[in-house]
């Protein structure tokens, strides 16, 4: 009896070889693709453990898959094999204010989460952009962040407990549901961030937070962009720490008037910067107008207030209408999420200007200036023919990279390494940090079939 042929008796329907599944499960929002021999549904964490079970025994590879909505690769089945996918795993099995934790299963999406939690009165806040189609485990997996992770934190500072199959098909429970938890190693810390590549994340407990029971948001415009980073500065030197504070460059800007059509913004707007607070009502309007008087202090153009929920809507589309209207130019955009020292701010977008003007491929930067985590878009032109020009436009990438690396900061925050950032992982880390995930990969996936391929392992 072959794998498949093992796996389908011992799971049945949930074990998928047709045609249409293996393509469905074949690629995420990156641009490569490979097929898979076989797909596991999986419906609960037993059956990621049989199917794991099956793999080891065979040496089979097995990629890991969520709502597959990332943007590296980190789900490519680059070896064939076997996906396992956790995307039907959609129970909240509980939200419990009285302990402040929620769990569910894996594949869960985030929107219905916080929504789930919305209704008692209580608050998930990682956001993701794509908070509607991406499932908790993944992001778990990548260690997701989004605007609010400012004030209030990454994936990690909400996970409390995991089940996770490890790579011989056993399952591991760590952590749990108590806020403090000192037993031994982090191994819950262990396994976010770490792409499916140490174990397959089931199920998790979080940690939630009442809600705060009013917000607000202001955005505001300003004649450079020098001068929208020094706002962000001035905001945060002043004391206050909003929930989210997001900034957008010049050229991202013409792009929205280009699409959006005039009025919308500013024409002098070189800058705009997004703002949104959260808390009681009182302290919460006290603070929109304290931060308002420090941008026009620092030389705002037009600011913008928000104070109901339709209002701060109305700006967070603003800002998702960034990325559609660089859509709208008709480039491929490569979306890197690289992170930098806030102070190196500027000094990044002057760099990508000038790569800019040395090279006319456009290059975009907007993003969450409050923790200098900026979505770099290198804006990838094309021949007479409408075909991609990518050479130029990769050697762009490696510059920024080594750029980012030189100044202290990070090659990705939120969207992983994966396939994508691969090549330029080793120099990013170092080589004894290097060595050190080989060694931890080693020891938990000692035959190597775990997402193989990814973070160059």
Same mark, same amino acid.
């Given at each position: 009896?072959?794998?498949?042929?093992?796996?389908?008796?011992?799971?049945?329907?949930?074990?998928?070889?047709? *045609?249409?599944?293996?393509?469905?499960?074949?690629?995420?929002?990156?641009?490569?693709?490979?097929?898979?021999?076989?797909?596991?549904?999986?419906?609960?964490?037993?059956?990621?453990?049989?199917?794991?079970?099956?793999?080891?025994?065979?040496?089979?590879?097995?990629?890991?898959?969520?709502?597959?909505?990332?943007?590296?690769?980190?789900?490519?089945?680059?070896?064939?094999?076997?996906?396992?996918?956790?995307?039907?795993?959609?129970?909240?099995?509980?939200?419990?204010?009285?302990?402040?934790?929620?769990?569910? *299963?894996?594949?869960?999406?985030?929107?219905?989460?916080?929504?789930?939690?919305?209704?008692?009165?209580?608050?998930?806040?990682?956001?993701?952009?794509?908070?509607?189609?991406?499932?908790?485990?993944?992001?778990?997996?990548?260690?997701?962040?989004?605007?609010?992770?400012?004030?209030?934190?990454?994936?990690?500072?909400?996970?409390?407990?995991?089940?996770?199959?490890?790579?011989?098909?056993?399952?591991?429970?760590?952590?749990?549901?108590?806020?403090?938890?000192?037993?031994?190693?982090?191994?819950?810390?262990?396994?976010?961030?770490? *792409?499916?590549?140490?174990?397959?994340?089931?199920?998790?407990?979080?940690?939630?937070?009442?809600?705060?029971?009013?917000?607000?948001?202001?955005?505001?415009?300003?004649?450079?962009?020098?001068?929208?980073?020094?706002?962000?500065?001035?905001?945060?030197?002043?004391?206050?720490?909003?929930?989210?504070?997001?900034?957008?460059?010049?050229?991202?800007?013409?792009?929205?008037?280009?699409?959006?059509?005039?009025?919308?913004?500013?024409?002098?707007?070189?800058?705009?910067?997004?703002?949104?607070?959260?808390?009681?009502?009182?302290?919460?309007?006290?603070?929109?107008?304290?931060?308002?008087?420090?941008?026009?202090?620092?030389?705002?153009?037009?600011?913008?207030?928000?104070?109901?929920? *339709?209002?701060?809507?109305?700006?967070?589309?603003?800002?998702?209408?960034?990325?559609?209207?660089?859509?709208?130019?008709?480039?491929?955009?490569?979306?890197?999420?690289?992170?930098?020292?806030?102070?190196?701010?500027?000094?990044?977008?002057?760099?990508?200007?000038?790569?800019?003007?040395?090279?006319?491929?456009?290059?975009?930067?907007?993003?969450?200036?409050?923790?200098?985590?900026?979505?770099?878009?290198?804006?990838?032109?094309?021949?007479?023919?409408?075909?991609?020009?990518?050479?130029?436009?990769?050697?762009?990438?490696?510059?920024?990279?080594?750029?980012?690396?030189?100044?202290?900061?990070?090659?990705?925050?939120?969207?992983?390494?994966?396939?994508?950032?691969?090549?330029?992982?080793?120099?990013?880390?170092?080589?004894?940090?290097?060595?050190?995930?080989?060694?931890?990969?080693?020891?938990?996936?000692?035959?190597?079939?775990?997402?193989?391929?990814?973070?160059?392992?």
């Amino acid at each position: 009896m072959n794998w498949i042929d093992e796996l389908k008796n011992v799971l049945g329907d949930c074990v998928r070889t047709d *045609e249409a599944t293996l393509q469905a499960h074949a690629g995420d929002k990156w641009h490569a693709a490979a097929l898979p021999e076989a797909v596991v549904l999986a419906t609960s964490t037993e059956d990621v453990s049989t199917a794991m079970k099956v793999a080891h025994a065979h040496g089979i590879p097995v990629t890991p898959r969520g709502a597959g909505v990332g943007y590296v690769g980190g789900c490519v089945p680059v070896r064939g094999g076997l996906v396992i996918s956790t995307a039907t795993m959609t129970r909240i099995l509980e939200v419990n204010p009285a302990d402040g934790v929620a769990v569910v *299963e894996a594949g869960v999406l985030t929107a219905d989460l916080q929504e789930a939690c919305a209704r008692k009165g209580w608050f998930y806040p990682p956001d993701p952009a794509s908070r509607k189609e991406s499932s908790i485990g993944g992001n778990i997996a990548t260690n997701a962040g989004g605007p609010r992770c400012l004030k209030y934190g990454v994936t990690r500072a909400y996970v409390l407990g995991l089940a996770v199959v490890l790579a011989d098909g056993s399952i591991l429970t760590c952590g749990g549901r108590t806020h403090k938890n000192k037993q031994g190693f982090d191994l819950v810390g262990l396994f976010c961030g770490s *792409e499916g590549m140490l174990g397959i994340i089931t199920q998790a407990t979080l940690r939630i937070i009442p809600a705060p029971p009013a917000r607000a948001a202001l955005h505001a415009s300003f004649p450079r962009f020098a001068l929208a980073a020094q706002a962000v500065q001035n905001v945060l030197q002043g004391g206050h720490l909003p929930c989210a504070l997001e900034i957008t460059d010049a050229f991202t800007l013409a792009a929205a008037r280009r699409h959006l059509g005039p009025g919308v913004l500013p024409e002098a707007a070189q800058g705009h910067i997004i703002i949104e607070i959260d808390g009681r009502a009182d302290a919460v309007a006290a603070e929109l107008s304290a931060i308002a008087d420090i941008l026009r202090q620092t030389g705002a153009v037009d600011i913008v207030p928000a104070v109901t929920e *339709e209002e701060v809507e109305a700006i967070w589309q603003l800002r998702r209408e960034f990325s559609y209207s660089l859509k709208a130019t008709g480039l491929t955009k490569l979306n890197e999420d690289i992170v930098i020292p806030r102070s190196q701010l500027v000094a990044l977008v002057e760099f990508c200007e000038s790569m800019q003007k040395e090279t006319g491929i456009p290059v975009a930067c907007f993003g969450h200036s409050g923790d200098g985590n900026i979505h770099t878009n290198i804006m990838v032109l094309k021949d007479a023919e409408g075909n991609d020009i990518r050479p130029p436009a990769d050697a762009l990438v490696n510059r920024l990279f080594e750029w980012v690396v030189r100044h202290g900061g990070s090659i990705t925050g939120e969207h992983g390494i994966g396939l994508a950032k691969a090549p330029w992982f080793a120099d990013a880390i170092g080589p004894v940090a290097m060595q050190l995930h080989r060694t931890i990969k080693q020891a938990l996936d000692p035959t190597g079939i775990l997402n193989p391929g990814k973070m160059g392992m």
